[in-house]
């Protein structure tokens, strides 16, 4: 006669150590490749720069493991902030960092007594416009002909959508 005996156990839970850090003019060989994967038309590395040396502009990164998966700018502008750019390295897409990411923002923001999130994002960036109707963001405006450089026909220019988000 055999008995069966049940064991439960736990699933493994492995922590992940991810921090939140202001961006670095040391940071940009960590950044700008990941700026090159996600969009057809890139920042330069100039343009990256000037804006992490820009003193009011808040530029943070979320690593893993002190390995930046991703990066954050934005403007603060009295009682607004503008995000300037958000990006993930492609490996840790759909895995939440984004959210991540910006939810550490908005707390910063609040902190600093800002109210409201603007961003401007490409018509033809669906993935990008889901992300940030997921996260409570309106359509507010559309401007036409925003974008010099359209991804899918180059020779015409793109309308950009201007969402905002207020807390």
């Not at 990411?101 to 669906?126: A, G, P, T």
Request: aromatic share 8%; proline share 4%.
């Amino acid at each position: 006669m055999s008995s069966g005996i049940t064991t439960k156990t736990k699933p493994t839970i492995k922590l992940i150590s991810i921090s939140y850090n202001r961006l670095s003019r040391n940071d940009i060989d960590s950044i700008v490749p990941i700026e090159q994967q996600n969009s057809h038309n890139p920042w330069s590395k100039n343009q990256l720069i000037e804006s992490i040396l820009n003193p009011t502009n808040l530029c943070y990164s979320i690593s893993i493991k002190n390995q930046i998966i991703g990066f954050l700018m934005a403007m603060p502008a009295l009682d607004t902030a503008d995000i300037l750019n958000i990006s993930i390295n492609k490996a840790f897409q759909g895995k939440g960092y984004g959210n991540k990411l910006l939810h550490y923002l908005i707390k910063e923001l609040k902190d600093r007594m800002i109210s409201q999130l603007i961003l401007e994002v490409r018509v033809s960036n669906q993935a990008a416009i889901a992300f940030y109707l997921k996260h409570g963001f309106e359509e507010i405006s559309l401007r036409k002909n925003y974008y010099m450089n359209n991804s899918k026909h180059p020779n015409q220019k793109e309308d950009g959508i201007i969402m905002r988000l207020k807390f």
